[in-house]
């Protein structure tokens, strides 16, 4: 198990105002930021990103979406940090995420829910190299 996780605050919550919220929120829960940076995903970066889903029927506006507005990438540390920080944000629907939770108090679809959250120590190590060299980590 790993103490370390990935995140991106995605299109909608930044669009919205709500990265320093998110952020807040984070921290509040324990966590420790990293790396983190501000960037907007091109077409072909939002495609390399999300080829897992490649032949998925989302895929095309999940990156047109990703793609759409700019996000903010972060590397968190704690204590079983990917099974925290998912608790953190609740279900990728809002309206089942838990009260208090990201998604519950941020999040307006299933499509546009705030924040992704690696699902595995392995995905957050695959993911947060994509964003972030050896260099960049704290």
């Given amino acids: 198990m790993s103490n370390r996780t990935f995140t991106m605050i995605k299109p909608d919550a930044t669009a919205a105002g709500n990265t320093g919220k998110i ?5 509040e829960a324990g966590f420790s930021i ?3 940076k501000w960037t ?3 077409m072909e970066d939002a495609q390399k990103f999300y080829a897992v889903h490649a032949e998925r029927p989302f895929y095309g506006e999940l990156c047109e979406y990703m793609s759409s507005s700019p996000i903010v990438a ?3 540390e704690k204590d079983n940090a990917v099974e925290s920080f998912r608790n953190l944000i609740g279900a990728t629907d809002p309206t089942k995420a838990e009260p ?3 998604r519950a108090m941020f999040a307006t679809s299933i499509a546009a829910n705030a924040v992704h959250g690696s699902d595995s ?3 957050a190590a695959i993911e947060g190299s994509f964003f972030f060299a050896g260099r960049e980590l704290a």
Avoid: P, Y
């Fill in 34 to 36: 990293k790396a983190m």
């Fill in 23 to 27: 952020i807040d929120k984070i921290i």
């Fill in 100 to 102: 208090g939770t990201i």
């Fill in 121 to 123: 120590d392995e995905n």
């Fill in 74 to 76: 972060a590397i968190l």
């Fill in 40 to 42: 907007q995903l091109s």
